[in-house]
């Protein structure tokens, strides 16, 4: 409910505009995000594989109006992998792309335009060992996006994809994907869905996230369990281990600058962990989506904006 309403309001634009311009601590919206420019993100990818930690980078570009901005997102990724690559950064780590970023949303042909424009940018990204994962976004866009990754997977199997939770729909589809080689992200899901397409109660969303994950399990595919809730980790962690799988079969995914400490510890104990970084300047979006989490995030803005 909080999430919900905090959502609209900062998804408003006169809200939005008096976000954005508002001279912000950096300090709060570093906490998520660890660059707006290359090299800061740069640093961040240094210092967590240099823990042993794996990364997915996200270009944050999601609300694109025209086509030239889709035309930059995708350069803009191309621009990371390459420096990745000559950093000797590429080996093992990810970037997440949000297909509406690349111009999914724009026009009737959006969704097959996006397509080649994935399709052009996992070429690149796997010529220089870098894998892709297609972030999901609201519940009408699933469909689309499911679509665009069986046309990448017909020649880049790799290639990942996100499924949340929250939805009803989402057992259904992980029985789709649940097959060897399939990476799939798990999520409880982090958009305003109305009540006709979402589970209303947070317990059945856990529910369907543990469900989802046996399923994704026992079919064979490469689950990437991304959550934050230490409930849900350790049943991860039971789960894979009835199963017999090893650090190798299975990967925990976190947020940049959220539960470092059990990042560490997951790391620490064998587990293959990865640490999802935003880079970029178009940052409201994902920064508010983090804010309606967790209501002590929004506290910890407001004192911040308070106390300059
Ligand atoms: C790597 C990664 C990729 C993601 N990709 C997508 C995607 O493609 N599409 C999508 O819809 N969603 C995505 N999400 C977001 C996800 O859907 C959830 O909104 C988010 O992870 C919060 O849910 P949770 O599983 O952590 O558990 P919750 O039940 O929401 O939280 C459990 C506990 O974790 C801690 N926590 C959770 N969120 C925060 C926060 N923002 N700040 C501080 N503490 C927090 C709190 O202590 C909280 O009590 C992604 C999440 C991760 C980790």
Redesign the pocket.
């Known amino acids: 409910m909080f999430a919900q309403v905090l959502l609209k309001v900062t998804g408003n634009p006169a809200v939005r505009g008096v976000m954005t311009r508002s001279r912000l601590s950096r300090s709060v919206v570093s906490r998520?995000v660890p660059g707006e420019d290359v090299d800061a993100a740069e640093g961040a990818v240094r210092t967590l594989t240099g823990t042993g930690m794996r990364v997915?980078l996200d270009y944050l570009g999601e609300d694109i109006t025209q086509v030239a901005q889709a035309l930059e997102t995708g350069e803009a990724y191309r621009r990371r992998v390459a420096r990745l690559a000559d950093a000797g950064l590429a080996e093992g780590n990810e970037i997440?792309v949000k297909l509406s970023a690349l111009g999914q949303s724009l026009g009737p042909d959006g969704p097959k335009e996006a397509t080649e424009r994935a399709h052009d940018l996992v070429q690149h990204a796997t010529a220089h060992g870098v894998d892709v994962t297609l972030?999901?976004?609201d519940h009408t866009t699933i469909d689309d996006t499911l679509e665009t990754l069986r046309t990448l997977r017909a020649e880049f199997p790799r290639v990942g994809c996100?499924l949340?939770t929250m939805l009803f729909r989402t057992e259904a589809d992980a029985r789709d994907l649940a097959h060897a080689g399939s990476r799939v992200?798990l999520?409880?899901?982090?958009?305003a869905e109305p009540e006709s397409v979402s589970y209303a109660r947070?317990a059945d969303t856990?529910r369907a996230y543990v469900e989802c994950l046996r399923i994704l399990v026992e079919g064979g595919a490469y689950p990437m369990i991304?959550?934050?809730?230490?409930h849900?980790v350790r049943r991860a962690e039971r789960l894979l281990a009835e199963h017999g799988k090893g650090p190798t079969d299975a990967e925990f995914?976190?947020?940049y600058g959220?539960?470092t400490s059990e990042q560490r510890r997951l790391a620490e104990a064998g587990r293959t962990v990865?640490v999802?970084i935003p880079f970029g300047t178009d940052w409201y979006g994902y920064f508010t989506?983090?804010?309606a989490?967790?209501p002590?995030?929004l506290a910890f803005f407001l004192r911040a904006l308070i106390s300059r």
Do not use: C, P
Request: hydrophobic share 35%; glycine share 2%.
């Open positions: 998520f997915s997440s972030d999901m976004e996100v949340q992200r999520v409880k899901g982090a958009y947070k856990d991304a959550t934050h809730d230490l849900m995914q976190m947020l959220i539960r990865r999802y989506r983090r804010l989490e967790r002590a995030n």
